[in-house]
């Protein structure tokens, strides 16, 4: 009865985690105080929720305060939940480790409680990390593990679960039709659960029905699919789903040629995800300011019954930093409103300084790729210090430490913590001054989407120049800085993209010629100008092409069509050039006359002539046409100059016996 009614809670929570968030938040602080099971439960099930709705850091807190109680009281089946959730959050924030240790014992608790069904999703769980870690051949096993024991399960949401993860893995491996199959299991489990009510997990299970129909090509089905998940996303205000939605309509539309659709939809995963994170930076400040006025009040209540200089020095120490930390949030605005890189440094460069003494300064960011640290700005009492790029694989730099152990470092006092972070290593403090070297060191990674872009590092030649509260405080700025950064990248991403994505729509890939659609605009353009008349018109239609595509391959095809491509330019004396599509080409000449065509066309084919690329001749036929007075249509000249090219066309065929 106890476990069925936590059950019935999770499940309210999972149809609706905002709602339930928004109707509990009262019940608990953010540090509650939990003295009972009920209390314990509540904790539990907000920190799901949290989970649910992407607050990592909130839910975190949650979890772990129901454990300490739990672990210390005991509740099997509270004890399980607790675990299968700190263990989807540690996945979910990529350590892997907490992931799998957390999971594991929600397992074994799995047993204890004898169900078949618990097991089964500690398997499903399990298999999940082990899919992030690109170990699918494990991930299969667990989950076949788990499809052994289907039919004990018979339609419980943990079987929709094992199939949807289960296809997951499936279309990881490319195998989409098997994927299809197990994704439409998994539908079918969850809406005989549901019904018709939308719920998280069917709004997954359609999101990734569509992405599998992408994946295999079949864009139809992929629009209906990832359609629907979304509308009821953006409807329930569940980001991460909306965040997925729009990035595989963006990767379809784009696939399907309809650039204008793949850049809203790609603009629209961006901006998601800036919120996410922007969310998530508000979140930690809320929680750094709790702390620090938690703080700050303990102190003053201390000052009034011990009246001592101390505590009074610690509460000076507490406003001050309380001061500095409601700038954060205006110095956060700045950063985040700039698009441009050597903004940002200077903002954040002007506000660390404003807020703490800095000997030196720097911001490097990471190229993952290429293994890279690349310092872009880095400084020394205020003067340019030579940029510098460092391995990540150098085990003497502090801040490929950083980077390859995931962590930020803080070191009070260099001569005594350094070993700590580069044992029996001879380090080379960075800068010029050559009497001083830093003793206090603070490497602060820049993290967006879970990834480490890069870090800031601030450092005095004082130790113990900074405190626990100023690491916090860089800690803060350097989420800002992630975000700001993210976005200027993302910025130059989207602006390179509209420009590739007009390019196409524009041009020919392959033969770079401009394409139907802007000879459409440039002959509509060209016939209203006065200026350009007579309006000259050279159609072309490539000779032997199908043969060539047909017998020796459609690679040679393409050699044929760019050989060609480079003759008209060559002899199109500046005009523009187009491919209309397949082997048929256009030339639009302004102040043409008869003449000026004619030798136009002999130089082409004469150039074709002299062509040795195969097995073929490399051979066009031509027509032109002229338009005189503005009163003539322009398909009507198209029309013309088609019709000769294709009389041309003829004739070569009867001369070739084809």
């Keep these: 009865m106890k476990n069925r009614l936590l059950l019935e809670k999770i499940a309210i929570v999972d149809d609706n985690p905002k709602q ?56 099997k ?28 014992k929600s397992y074994n608790i799995a047993f204890e409680l004898d169900d078949f069904s618990f097991i089964i999703l500690s398997l499903v769980n399990i298999a999940s990390v082990y899919s992030s870690l690109d170990n699918t051949g494990k991930s299969i096993e667990l989950l076949e593990k788990g499809l052994q024991y289907k039919d004990k399960l018979k339609n419980s949401k943990i079987l929709g679960d094992l199939y949807n993860n289960y296809a997951f893995v499936l279309m990881s491996e490319n195998k989409f039709k098997e994927a299809l199959k197990y994704l439409h299991d998994a539908y079918d489990v969850y809406r005989q659960i549901y019904g018709d009510k939308i719920q998280t997990n069917i709004l997954i299970v359609l999101s990734n029905i569509g992405e599998a129909y992408a994946l295999s090509g079949d864009f139809d089905n992929a629009e209906v699919y990832i359609n629907k998940a979304l509308k009821f ?11 997925d939605c729009h990035k595989n309509l963006s990767l379809i539309y784009e696939e399907q040629g309809d650039y204008k659709a793949a850049l809203y939809h790609h603009k629209r995963h961006v901006s998601i995800n800036e919120g ?63 698009m441009d890189i050597a903004q940002i440094y200077e903002i954040l460069k002007r506000s660390v300084y404003e807020l703490m003494p800095v000997d030196i300064f720097g911001l490097a960011l990471l190229d993952a790729d290429e293994g890279l640290i690349i310092y872009k700005y880095f400084e020394e009492g205020g003067k340019p210090l030579p940029l510098m790029e460092i391995s990540v694989e150098n085990r003497v730099s502090l801040a ?78 350097a989420s800002y800085v992630a975000i700001a950064i993210s976005n200027a990248q993302k910025k130059n991403i989207i602006i390179e993209k509209a420009k590739e994505l007009e390019y196409l729509s524009l ?28 309006l000259g018109l050279i159609i072309g ?53 008869e003449a000026k065509l004619t030798a136009m066309i002999d130089a082409i084919k004469d150039d074709c002539k002299k062509a040795l ?46």
């Design 507 to 534: 041009n020919d890939p392959l033969t770079g010629l401009s394409n139907r659609r802007f000879f459409t605009q440039m002959s509509e353009q060209l016939s209203e100008s006065a200026e350009s008349l007579p």
């Design 77 to 104: 089946m509270s004890l399980f939940q607790c675990y299968s959730n700190l263990g989807i959050l540690y996945r979910e924030e990529r350590q892997y480790e907490l992931a799998l240790k957390s999971l594991n």
């Design 20 to 75: 339930y968030i928004d109707q509990n938040l009262l019940k608990l602080g953010s540090r509650p105080s939990i003295d009972n099971l009920e209390q314990a439960q509540h904790a539990l099930l907000m920190g799901r929720a949290y989970l649910i709705t992407g607050k990592h850091d909130l839910a975190l807190s949650m979890l772990n305060q129901a454990l300490q109680f739990l672990n210390e009281n005991g509740d």
């Design 613 to 658: 690329i195969g097995p073929k001749p490399l051979s066009i036929s031509l027509g032109f046409e002229l338009k005189y007075f503005g009163s003539d249509m322009m398909d009507d000249v198209f029309a013309m100059a088609e019709s000769k090219m294709y009389m041309e066309k003829n004739r070569i065929k009867r001369i070739s016996g084809n």
């Design 400 to 477: 490929s430490y950083c980077i390859v152990h995931e962590e930020d470092v803080f070191i009070k006092d260099f001569e005594s913590e350094y070993e700590k972070y580069l044992p029996n290593a001879y380090y080379v403090s960075i800068g010029n001054n050559r009497d001083k070297s830093t003793q206090c060191v603070v490497y602060c990674r820049l993290i967006i989407e879970g990834k480490c872009i890069g870090f800031i590092t601030l450092q005095s030649y004082d130790a113990y120049a900074y405190t626990e509260v100023d690491f916090e405080v860089i800690k803060a700025l």
């Design 233 to 243: 996303a953006e409807e329930n205000q569940i980001a991460f789903i909306e965040s």
């Design 541 to 593: 239609d490539m000779n032997y092409l199908k043969e060539i595509n047909d017998n020796y391959g459609h690679l040679l095809g393409d050699l044929y069509l760019s050989e060609v491509s480079n003759i008209l330019k060559k002899r199109a004396d500046g005009y523009p050039v187009f491919r209309l599509g397949g082997d048929e080409f256009a030339i639009l000449v302004k102040n043409a006359s």
């Design 276 to 338: 996410i994170a922007a969310e998530h930076v508000k979140e930690e400040l809320d929680a750094l300011k709790t702390k620090l006025e938690e703080e700050s009040k303990r102190s003053e209540e201390e000052i009034n019954m011990l009246r001592n200089v101390e505590l009074k020095s610690k509460t000076d120490e507490l406003e001050k930093t309380l001061k500095n930390l409601s700038n954060i949030s205006e110095i956060g605005r700045n950063l985040t409103s700039s």
